[in-house]
């Protein structure tokens, strides 16, 4: 893997210029006030996911974790998906007829992408919010009224039962996909979209191990002390 390449898609997130000069990107970091720390942590664990550890994340606020992790999510429902469907869409030019391939980088690619969309908005819409709200509960000291408001009809366990990984789908398309020779007429695009998918697996592997390992870990014991506090109240 390139070396730069890590640390453009991370950059890419933040809406910052993902310049090839790496020195330029964290100036940019510090410039906008982001964790350098955080952003090299990252990079670490997509150079290579077996240093990764939750242990090196415990100096970041569950709220860093939040913001990275949706920011993350619009980068892939804005761009990555859509470079994605852009290479297929290509590469479909080149076959014709009733190619097997046709089936599967229409079919299956569009059922993986409905199926991310609702994975991601159920995480912006119930999850993430409620770990906010939990947040916002310990630091403001609220009432037990608000509390419970806030609890009662949503429990991480809830998100936990229902939560998948999606980049093992991913890997089950691309694995396909190179059952088939690429188009004599054209092999560029077949291995851009081979490429694009293997660093999106990547991607979401990284994704999946800051939820699972780091945020839900982390909220769980928020959820817990909150509990202990709230069910004492008088
Ligand atoms: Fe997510
Ligand atoms: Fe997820």
Known sequence: MENDFPISQIVQRYDLAADKDLLYSYEELRRLNLDQRFIYTLLQTFEDEKTFSEKEYEIFSLETIIDYLRRTHSYYLSKKLLEIEQSID???????????????????????????????????KHLLPYIKNLLALEKENADTETYFAITNNYSLQTFIDSHHDTEKD?????????EYQPPVS??????????????FERDLFVHALIEDRILIPRALELEKRLRALYNQAP
């Open 186 to 199: 054209n092999q560029t695009p077949y291995r851009i979209l081979v490429s694009q998918l293997q660093a």
């Open 90 to 124: 290509i590469l479909l030019k080149d076959y014709s007829g009733n190619h097997p391939l046709l089936h599967i980088l229409n079919t299956f690619f569009n059922e993986y992408t409905s199926h991310l969309s609702s994975h991601i908005r159920e995480e912006e």
């Open 170 to 178: 991913l890997s089950i398309i691309r694995n396909t996909i190179l």
